[in-house]
């Protein structure tokens, strides 16, 4: 495809164009034009190509391959301006035996005839028709080969017994760089070939590791990385020197009597020269001997002696290594025993023994062994089986006809049994006769062992403890029991070996930790702290008591604009006993003592020593009597009696209205001059103050037909029913307390707390089933239609259950489940949703110091009789309760298969 390169206007008829590119062809349009403008129609073409030149740019080299040390083949590509056709490419090489040149037309050429391991520069150029082009240059480089000749003129310089040093002329055609040389080593005496390798960077070499008096030939080869041609350069021939002998070989050493040992050996496998003499060493002599020598006796040593001997070997060198063998001289006897052994000295840890050297010792004598033996405690005899209870084995060295030694570590208080035994080198003679004796008394070296302290009540602790673990004498006891917060109490106390090991204190402070610290001694009572062992201190507490005093300084205020609600202000206990575990409120109105409430007053406000609670659930217009007192693990303490009168506000707004009543068809009960309306009973709460009054207002409906008047109607009512219903129930609970007097009990605490639970739980009851009455809820339940009652709560999986179970939390007052929540109550909870209400919780006698010890997930349900269906059964089970029930104050449980078995309605 044409590419417009240019164009041009001209009014001539010739033109010259210039800057045209060599040897390139050319389309030249040349178009007509008037003044009416181009003629497309009338154009004339001419095709033209510029002339040759010589190449402008030169052929690119591009690789090239050795094929022999003396060929390579080299590869280029064409000149990118050649300004023609290429007829031939000229090669020009340079090297060192001159330069050589060649043509071709291809774009390779193999180079042959070159020197191995050599470098040449190659120069090649393109040509045209016109003449050659530039040239391009490359440098070549010929591989290497094995060596055409060997090393020249090896000659040795100098040599020792184990070292020759060489020199040599370098190979005159190494066709490459030698890289190391290698000398062939030829030994006379053996008929062995070796090799030495050497840098090829030297001409000289010092080669080791030659035998001693040897005969040896030597030649020296080059190495390229192509190899050596196996081309080895003329031999050299050399002895080395003698040098000192080896050790010599087998070398024997046997004691043949009390004082000779005699010595055998061989020649040295290496003798390195000719063995000119032997040289026998023992102790600080020598013996030389002649090269025939191989055996020599040496006389005149110690009997039962241990010697060294060396053999060594020698030529005109010098002496070589020597070899060493030992030999003990025949051994001696053993000694008689000992004589006159006795006990000289005895102390609490160490006795002092005494006796004289043996009369027959055939030998020399060494050293003594004494050996004691301790008699168990648990035996009499020595000689019984597993009676040794343990053994001591001392050493004494002496030559002396007397000696004496003590023996030291010993128990104190103790049988021990003693023999002496002499050695000579020859082992242990006979040992004399025993001889026994009691080291004396001494210090206890261990403090009672299990040292305890129990408390048994809030004044007695019971103290026990046994013998140390090593008796060390009769053993007597200082017992030390001193308070740990005071000084109120320290007292000790002395128990004899003889005596029992426990002592009972009373007339104890209670809830007060005391110090127990138990001393063994066995010497005078003055110095047993001195230098008798103490147990490590034992800390008790004694249990606590209930508390000495009521709460301080317990004031009443009363909060503004809330007449159900009072704030208690006191002080702890000064004298608490224990740790208060919470305080307690019993409220009484006055105006009726059996309504009793007792509450766990819950603190609003701690400083260091003031705290402040809030009484709930009172009614305005009453006065109460309210007493205050500390509970701590042991029980309620004395309490702190107040009196109070509840203001009274207007009844709190009722949530509920008033409706028609219905009768059984439907149709509100209504005359031309009388309405019938649904009030509940307790339509609004007394708890604000006694209802006086209750007023229901009608009003004539406009634009319905009604009388256009407005009836006003006042009811008077004395009292709420509600007021009513809870008398009773304090009545029935006045009553029952009094039946348990005439029978000659009274109530503990615990069963106080019971009986207070129930009355709460019976308002809440009584409470509830006014409220279910208001909402239209089926209570109570007629006997005849239970049954069918329950299985209307059952149908529809139990959805009606359901309702009723999720509408209880708004018949409670008093919801909180915080005793549940404590830290120490949680894993006591098996559905972390199931937890116990405060108020009606069952609660378990505490322990001492155990938070939550009283608490269990049960609650009491106040019950005269109680039927349980099994829908209602099975309801319970899907709700997880499976926690127990207590039922408190019930006069019958039963399983009931039928409603006749259930009294009343």
Excluded at 324 to 330: G, I, M, P, S, Y
Excluded at 415 to 435: C, E, K, L, P, Q
Aim: charged fraction near 20%; proline fraction near 6%.
């Amino acid at each position: 495809m044409a590419i417009p390169i240019s164009e041009v206007t001209t009014n001539k008829t010739d033109l010259l164009i210039e800057d045209l590119q060599k040897y390139t062809g050319y389309i030249l349009k040349v178009t007509p034009a008037t003044a009416a403008g181009f003629s497309e129609n009338t154009i004339a073409t001419l095709y033209i190509r510029t002339d040759e030149d010589t190449p402008e740019t030169p052929p690119v080299i591009t690789t090239y391959k050795n094929l022999t040390a003396s060929s390579i083949q080299l590869f280029w590509n064409p000149s990118a301006q050649p300004n023609g056709n290429i007829l031939l490419y000229n090669l020009v090489i340079h090297g060192p035996t001159g330069t050589n040149s060649s043509s071709t037309s291809n774009t390779s050429l193999i180079l042959s005839g070159l020197l191995p391991s050599t470098t040449y520069n190659v120069s090649i150029n393109a040509e045209t028709s016109k003449g050659p082009g530039p040239s391009a240059t490359q440098l070549l480089y010929t591989d290497e080969t094995e060596p055409s000749a060997s090393p020249q003129n090896l000659v040795m310089v100098n040599h020792t017994a184990d070292t020759v040093w060489l020199r040599w002329d370098p190979s005159p055609e190494p066709n490459g760089v030698v890289q190391i040389y290698s000398f062939k080593i030829f030994e006379n005496n053996s008929q062995t070939i070796s090799y030495k390798n050497t840098s090829g960077l030297f001409t000289d070499a010092q080669l080791t590791g030659f035998k001693p008096h040897s005969v040896y030939l030597i030649s020296v080869s080059a190495f390229t990385k192509a190899g050596n041609g196996n081309l080895f350069s003329n031999s050299v021939s050399f002895s080395t020197n003698q040098s000192v002998p080896d050790a010599v070989q087998n070398l024997r050493c046997i004691g043949t009597s009390w004082q000779s040992v005699l010595i055998q050996w061989d020649p040295p496998t290496n003798s390195n020269g000719i063995i000119t003499h032997y040289i026998v060493q023992f102790g600080g002599d020598a013996q030389e001997l002649k090269p025939t020598d191989h055996v020599y006796t040496v006389r005149g040593l110690l009997a039962n002696t241990t010697y060294t001997f060396r053999v060594i070997a020698a030529t005109s060198a010098g002496i070589g290594q020597d070899q060493t063998c030992f030999a003990v001289t025949l051994p001696e006897s053993v000694p008689s025993a000992p004589k006159d052994l006795n006990i000289t000295k005895i102390q609490s840890s160490s006795v002092t023994l005494s006796w004289t050297r043996p009369d027959v010792v055939p030998g020399y004598l060494q050293n003594y062994r004494i050996v004691g033996q301790l008699l168990s405690m648990l035996c009499n005899n020595w000689n019984t089986s597993g009676c040794i209870e343990n053994k001591v084995v001392q050493y004494v060295s002496g030559t002396d006809d007397s000696l004496e030694t003590s023996i030291y570590s010993l128990l104190k208080f103790r049988r021990y049994r003693f023999s002496v035994a002499a050695s000579t080198n020859a082992g242990y003679g006979n040992s004399t006769d025993w001889i026994s004796t009691n080291t004396l008394p001494g210090n206890p070296d261990t403090p009672p062992q299990n040292v305890t302290a129990v408390s048994r009540s809030y004044h007695t602790i019971d103290i026990s403890w046994r013998a140390p673990e090593v008796v060390t004498g009769p053993t007597a006891y200082l017992i030390d029991v001193t308070s740990v917060d005071s000084q109120d109490y320290n007292r000790t106390f002395m128990k004899r070996d003889e005596e029992s090991k426990n002592i009972e204190l009373s007339d104890l402070t209670q809830f007060t930790r005391y110090s127990v610290i138990v001393i063994a001694f066995t010497g005078d009572v003055n110095e047993a702290r001195i230098y008798g062992k103490a147990s490590a201190p034992v800390i008790v507490t004694t249990l606590q008591d209930t508390p000495k005093d009521p709460p301080k300084n317990v004031t009443l205020q009363k909060i503004p604009d809330d007449v159900t609600k009072v704030y208690v202000m006191f002080s702890p206990p000064s004298e608490p006993n224990g740790n208060i575990h919470f305080y307690r409120a019993v409220v009484c109105k006055e105006e009726d003592p059996t309504d009793i409430e007792i509450l766990d007053l819950r603190i609003i406000e701690n400083n260091t020593d003031s705290l402040t609670a809030v009484i709930e659930g009172l009614k305005g217009g009453h006065t109460y009597n309210i007493s205050v007192y500390a509970v701590n693990g042991a029980g309620p303490g004395p309490k702190t009696e107040l009196k109070i009168t509840m203001d009274i506000q207007a009844p709190p707004e009722s949530s509920m209205i008033p409706v028609p009543a219905y009768d059984k068809h439907g149709a509100a009960i209504v005359t031309a001059r009388t309405m019938t309306i649904q009030m509940p009973v307790c339509f609004f709460s007394d708890s604000h103050g006694p209802i006086e009054k209750i007023q229901v207002i009608i009003a004539e409906a406009k634009g319905e037909g009604l009388s256009s008047r407005t009836v006003e109607i006042i009811l008077a009512v004395a009292l709420c029913v509600l007021s009513v219903i809870l008398l009773g129930a304090a009545i029935y609970a006045f009553a029952r307390i009094r039946q348990k007097q005439k029978e000659g009990g009274t109530y503990s605490p615990r069963d106080a707390e019971t009986i207070d639970t129930k009355f709460k739980l019976d308002q809440l009851i009584t409470v509830a089933d006014l409220e279910l009455k208001e909402e239209k809820l089926t209570r109570p339940v007629n006997k005849k239609s239970f049954l069918q009652h329950v299985e209307d709560l059952c149908s529809n999986d139990n959805v009606k259950f359901q309702e009723e179970f999720s509408e209880l939390p708004k018949l409670l007052q008093d919801l909180a489940t915080s005793d549940a929540d404590l830290p120490w109550n949680r894993s006591k909870n098996r559905f972390t949703n199931i937890k116990p209400y405060n108020n009606n919780r069952v609660k378990l006698i505490s322990e001492a110091g155990v938070p939550g010890s009283d608490y269990i997930n049960a609650s009491y349900m106040s019950a005269q009789y109680m039927f349980l269906h099994q829908c209602a059964l099975d309801l319970l089970s899907s709700k997880g309760n499976s926690q127990s029930i207590w039922f408190v104050n019930y006069s019958a449980l039963e399983k009931m298969d039928s409603l006749e078995a259930m009294e009343g309605e």
